[in-house]
């Protein structure tokens, strides 16, 4: 099954293409590396820590009314004092790592990135769609904007990734 974050039609076929990194999305399932969330927003505060607090303070607001997250997004709150061997903490509050992933699509999407996820078949899509081009912008200005980003994240190569699926 092909999970996808963000914009969803109610056609019963989708598809994507960005221009990003594939991560290998059993890191953010399995129970053996929950600290993948614990990297992820550790590395985001670090390289963005302006953007970071605002995103976070938009996330709490989005919330507001839903106490099981708002005790995820404690954690992000205190993420500098989570050692990443400390990442099953985080499991007690969602035992399938499923609220870490909508929280760090959340703050991803703060920087213009979108997730798309395939569990099945073990991807994990980080990028911008192509669809967001700037009139003003340049093919190459668009790369190179994602190419940083998502290399101080990730340490990433980016490419152009296309994926579509349906329900047959």
Not at 31 to 50: H, N, T, W
Not at 74 to 79: D, H, W, Y
Not at 138 to 151: A, N
């Amino acid at each position: 099954m092909k999970t996808r974050h963000g914009f969803v039609s109610n056609s019963s076929c989708t598809s994507f293409c960005i221009y990003g990194c594939t991560l290998d999305v059993n890191n953010w399932y399995a129970y053996s590396d929950a600290g993948c969330f614990v990297r992820l927003m550790k590395k985001i505060k670090q390289e963005f820590p302006s953007d970071y607090i605002a995103s976070l303070n938009d996330i709490k607001q989005k919330y507001k009314d839903n106490e099981y997250v708002q005790k995820q997004i404690e954690v992000m709150e205190t993420i500098d004092e989570i050692k990443i061997s400390d990442g099953q903490r985080l499991l007690l509050i969602d035992e399938n790592c499923h609220a870490e992933f909508e929280l760090a699509s959340d703050m991803m999407e703060s920087f213009g990135l979108s997730f798309f996820a395939d569990p099945g078949n073990g991807c994990l899509w980080i990028g911008r769609p192509w669809s967001c081009i700037g009139d003003d912008q340049t093919g190459g200005h668009f790369k190179l904007k994602i190419e940083e980003l998502i290399h101080s994240l990730f340490g990433e190569e980016c490419s152009t990734y296309e994926e579509a699926w349906g329900d047959y």
